[in-house]
C-alpha cells in the first residue's frame, strides 16, 4: 500500500510540475532529483568502502547538469571537459595514492546522474515540450507498472538473474508491450500531430532503455552491497530507485527527437 500510494503521490506531483510549470522551474524540480540522486550514489561508495570524492562529486554532477541544460550543445562542450580536467585534477594532487580510482568513481557518478538527466531538460526546451516529456513519463511509468504486475503474475524466466533474479523475461515483454500502446494511445488523444512510427518508437525507447537503466542501477547496488539506494521514497527506496529509467530513456529520447524527428 506504501509503494501504491507514494507511487501515485509522486507521478501526480511530477505531472503537475511538468505541465504547469516554466522552464526554469522544471529545471529545478530536475535539479532536486541529480543532487538527491547523488547524495544516495557517494553514500552507497561510502558504504562500499570505495574511494571517491563526494562534495566535489555532487559539484561536478550539478555543474554538468546545469551546464548542458541551460546550454546545450555548447554547455556540453564546455563544462564536460572542465568537470573532467577538474575531478581528475583534484584527485591527482590530493589522493594520489589512488587518484584514478578515486576520479574514475567520482567522475561516474557526476555523468551518469548529471548528465543523462540534463537531456530531459532540454526536451522540455523543445517545442511542445511538456508534452513530449509527460509522453516519456506515461511510457515509462505503465512500462514499469506493467513490468512489474506482469512479472509478478506469469514470470517465470529469469531476466538477469546474477543482477535482479526477480526480473523476468515475461515481466520485461509485458514492459515494453504496455510502454508501446502507452505510447500510442497518449500520441493519439494529446498530439495528434505526432506521427504513429514516431508514437512506437517511443514506446520501444521505453521499453528497452528502461529495464536496461533499471538492471544498471541494480548492478551497481550489487556492487555497493545494498537492496536500496536510499529511503527517501515510501515503498519505493531512494530518489535513485526512482530515476534509474529515465537515465537511460531520456538520453535516448532527446536523441531520437533532436536527430530522427527533428524537434
Not at 16 to 26: E, K, N, Q, R
Not at 105 to 114: E, R
Not at 186 to 199: S, T
Amino acid at each position: 500500500m506504501a509503494r501504491l500510494l507514494s507511487g501515485i503521490t509522486l507521478a501526480a506531483l511530477s505531472a503537475g510540475v511538468i505541465v504547469w510549470s516554466t522552464p526554469f522551474a522544471f529545471f529545478v524540480f530536475i535539479a532536486v532529483f541529480v543532487t538527491a540522486g547523488l547524495f544516495e550514489y557517494f553514500h552507497m561508495l561510502k558504504s562500499a568502502g570505495e574511494p571517491a570524492l563526494p562534495v566535489v562529486g555532487i559539484v561536478a554532477g550539478f555543474a554538468v547538469f546545469s551546464g548542458v541544460s541551460l546550454g546545450g550543445a555548447i554547455g556540453a562542450l564546455s563544462f564536460t571537459p572542465l568537470v573532467f580536467i577538474g575531478v581528475m585534477g583534484w584527485a591527482t594532487l590530493f589522493h594520489d595514492g589512488a587518484s584514478y580510482k578515486t576520479a574514475s568513481n567520482t567522475l561516474f557518478g557526476a555523468f551518469y546522474i548529471g548528465l543523462t538527466l540534463s537531456q530531459l531538460v532540454l526536451v522540455r526546451h523543445m517545442a511542445d515540450g511538456v508534452m513530449l516529456v509527460l509522453l516519456l513519463a506515461f511510457a515509462n511509468t505503465f512500462c514499469d507498472s506493467l513490468a512489474y504486475y506482469t512479472g509478478k503474475t506469469f514470470g517465470k524466466t529469469p531476466l538477469a538473474p546474477t543482477i535482479s533474479p526477480k526480473k523476468t523475461v515475461e515481466g520485461f515483454a509485458g514492459g515494453l508491450i504496455g510502454a508501446v500502446l502507452t505510447s500510442v494511445a497518449f500520441a493519439h488523444f494529446f498530439m495528434p500531430g505526432f506521427a504513429l512510427g514516431h508514437a512506437v518508437a517511443v514506446g520501444l525507447i521505453a521499453g528497452f532503455a528502461g529495464p536496461m537503466g533499471d538492471l544498471a542501477e541494480s548492478s551497481l547496488k550489487r556492487r555497493m552491497g545494498v537492496k536500496d539506494s536510499g529511503s527517501i521514497i515510501p515503498g519505493h527506496g531512494g530518489a535513485l530507485d526512482r530515476i534509474d529509467s529515465w537515465l537511460f530513456t531520456a538520453p535516448v529520447f532527446y536523441v531520437y527527437l533532436r536527430f530522427v524527428v527533428g524537434a
